[in-house]
């Protein structure tokens, strides 16, 4: 999977473990992360995937820090997040809101199954022990799988982490994270730049 890293990805990832701070950058965090998976959405599915979307990305903070604890490098771990949500669109039929093609999905979750087998996650149980209780429905699109499109996927990233930087420039793996973050330097959930924040 590509994604990208900047100043930002470490200040979160520092901010997260805070006492106080962790909780409001959390929440943050999530409603970033709905919000601009929603944008990816049909306008007329919006409303009725709001609050699923929202407890998953919840959800996916502690498999975030977990994957930290676990020795991931901030990429990875945040990679490990990015294709749970994949398996639940995937699952779901939402595949507007992929950011891998369908025909990937078993490649990232075998990239990691180590860490999704410890913590019982599948493809089909994309939260496993981290799901809620309450995790709530939403309905499925199950016809999109039959002629899958993927307007925001890019296909061909299945073997490792590419991370895009803040220059534009591809690496594969990662960046070693820098000396002089500022953990309240994490993105806004109305910064008009959001995609350059997954």
Same mark, same amino acid.
């Given at each position: 999977?590509k994604?990208?890293?900047?100043?930002?990805?470490?200040?979160?990832?520092? =901010?997260?473990?805070?006492?106080?701070?962790?909780?409001?950058v959390?929440?943050?965090?999530?409603?970033?992360?709905?919000?601009?998976?929603?944008?990816?959405? $049909?306008? $007329?599915?919006?409303?009725?995937?709001?609050?699923?979307?929202?407890?998953?990305?919840?959800a996916?903070?502690?498999?975030?820090?977990? =994957?930290?604890?676990?020795?991931?490098?901030?990429?990875?771990?945040?990679?490990i997040?990015?294709?749970?949500?994949?398996?639940?669109?995937?699952?779901?039929?939402?595949?507007?809101m992929?950011?891998?093609?369908?025909?990937?999905?078993?490649?990232?979750?075998?990239?990691? =199954?180590?860490?999704?087998?410890r913590?019982?996650?599948?493809?089909?149980?994309?939260?496993?022990?981290?799901?809620?209780?309450?995790?709530?429905?939403?309905?499925?699109?199950?016809?999109?799988?039959?002629?899958?499109?993927?307007?925001?996927?890019?296909?061909?990233?299945? $073997?490792?982490?590419?991370?895009?930087?803040?220059?534009?420039?591809?690496?594969?793996?990662?960046?070693?994270?820098?000396?002089?973050?500022d953990?309240? $330097?994490?993105?806004?959930?109305?910064?008009?730049?959001a995609?350059?924040?997954?």
């Amino acid at each position: 999977m590509k994604i990208r890293q900047n100043v930002r990805h470490w200040a979160s990832k520092q =901010a997260l473990t805070l006492p106080v701070v962790g909780s409001v950058v959390r929440e943050k965090l999530v409603e970033f992360h709905t919000d601009y998976f929603l944008n990816l959405a $049909d306008e $007329d599915r919006r409303a009725e995937r709001r609050d699923r979307l929202a407890a998953f990305f919840d959800a996916t903070m502690d498999v975030y820090l977990a =994957a930290l604890d676990a020795g991931y490098p901030e990429a990875e771990a945040r990679e490990i997040t990015h294709a749970q949500a994949n398996f639940d669109f995937y699952n779901h039929g939402w595949t507007g809101m992929m950011e891998i093609p369908s025909d990937e999905i078993e490649d990232h979750y075998e990239r990691y =199954a180590p860490f999704f087998r410890r913590h019982g996650i599948t493809i089909d149980d994309p939260l496993g022990e981290f799901a809620p209780a309450d995790l709530p429905e939403a309905p499925s699109t199950p016809e999109n799988l039959d002629d899958p499109e993927h307007p925001h996927a890019e296909g061909g990233f299945a $073997d490792d982490v590419y991370v895009e930087t803040a220059d534009g420039e591809v690496v594969v793996g990662g960046q070693a994270e820098p000396e002089d973050v500022d953990p309240t $330097d994490v993105p806004e959930v109305d910064d008009d730049s959001a995609a350059a924040e997954r």
